[in-house]
């Protein structure tokens, strides 16, 4: 099969590519080289160097039509990754996740439509859940507003239940809960899967969206305020400083690794020939395992030999306190399913060298 992976020279895409080739497939990749994700001087030199010798690489926007266009010629299917991520600086970020994240799915897909390329696997999130699922004692399965500041500059970072105050017990979230966005990325996130989803009804298409957990592994961005906490806190053991683990450390995650992200990509481009014209399907994509931040931070600090985190009780306003999902459709619909345990993701994690965005320490 040949393979459009855009953002295929990101940190999740080259693990894809890579993947993809060692299976036999041939993937193209398009990839914008952002400096967020590559350095300010976006090196096509230090991009290649994650990739698999021979594979074509166009150094395009996917906002550019053309450009797609001629990426899409004699293309299968689409692996769709290239994306803005994590929570920004502020909110003057915005126009350039809604840009790159939104009018980019939208012209990759006009040109998917132009091209009569039928196939594609999104890179989802779950970040489009907002909150987790919660269960009251009293009033059973509930849904928490948005934090308030009050609370969160007050150190109560758990959500309550919205009909009693009570305290809440966190649970797994399944692919049937409705979409509750939090925040910019989440939003233009959500909006991509209604995109696709679009795209598909209108085209007879078919496509698959992975909500993906919290990717990590080797060859994450490093120093960069768009990557996740697994990237902060290691670049910070890198530069010697010790993990600043924000409110109380006890934010419940799965952290899932880029090896096992990687392989659900290549099965769900696997069964895309199976599904009806005109399907969307998404698929929670965790480990299974829900670990605290304060845990993978101590993690990290073990293995990579300190200095140990710092609990901070600083917070991010539309970050949220608990969101770990069911992954079980995925195993038992595709037949994924992860192979790296947490103790040994964290350990390889720790010592495993990063993408140099730009500084030169650690």
């Known amino acids: ?66 450009a797609v266009a001629g990426a899409l010629s004699g293309i299968d299917a689409v692996c769709h990754q290239a994306a803005m991520v994590g929570l920004g600086k502020d909110f003057a970020d915005a126009p350039e996740y809604v840009g790159c994240n939104d009018l980019g799915t939208a012209v990759l897909l006009a040109e998917m439509a132009a091209a009569g390329v039928q196939g594609l696997v999104l890179a989802g999130s779950m970040v489009v859940y907002g909150e987790g699922r919660y269960d009251c004692p009293r009033h059973g399965y509930v849904r928490p507003g948005p934090r308030a500041v009050a609370d969160l500059d007050a150190g109560r970072f758990e959500p309550r239940c919205p009909a009693c105050g009570a305290e809440l017990v966190p649970g797994l979230v399944t692919e049937a809960a409705a979409g509750d966005p939090r925040n910019v990325y989440a939003v233009t996130k959500l909006a991509q899967e209604h995109l696709a989803a679009a795209w598909t009804r209108a085209t007879g298409g078919r496509a698959v969206a992975l909500r993906y957990h919290n990717v990590y592994g080797p060859g994450m961005p490093r120093d960069t305020p768009y990557a996740g906490v697994a990237s902060f806190f290691r670049s910070a053991l890198a530069r010697g400083e010790a993990p600043q683990v924000f409110e109380d450390g006890g934010q419940r995650r799965d952290f899932v690794h880029v090896r096992d992200v990687a392989a659900a990509n290549a099965v769900a481009l696997a069964v895309l020939g199976e599904r009806g014209p005109g399907t969307f399907d998404a698929y929670n994509t965790g480990s299974g395992t829900p ?45 994924w399913k992860p192979e790296t345990d947490f103790a040994e993701g964290m350990q390889e994690f720790a010592l495993a060298p990063l993408r140099n965005t730009g500084r030169t320490d650690g």
Do not use: K, N, W
């Not at 990101?10 to 299976?23: D, E, N, Q």
């Not at 985190?309 to 600083?314: D, F, I, S």
């Not at 079980?328 to 619909?333: G, M, P, Q, V, Y």
């Open 291 to 335: 670990h605290t931040i304060g845990e993978m931070a101590c993690a990290l600090a073990a293995a990579h030999g300190g200095p140990a985190p710092v609990v901070t009780g600083e917070y991010r306003l539309g970050d949220v306190r608990h969101v770990t999902a069911d992954s079980r459709r995925l195993r038992e619909e595709l037949g």
């Open 1 to 66: 099969m040949r393979v459009l992976v855009t953002g295929g020279a990101g940190f999740i895409g080259s693990h894809i590519v890579r993947t993809l080739a060692s299976a036999g497939h041939e993937p193209v990749v398009l990839d914008a080289l952002l400096p967020s994700a590559h350095g300010p001087a976006g090196s096509s030199a230090s991009a290649a160097g994650d990739l698999p010798p021979g594979v074509r690489t166009v150094v395009a926007d996917v906002r550019d039509g053309a």
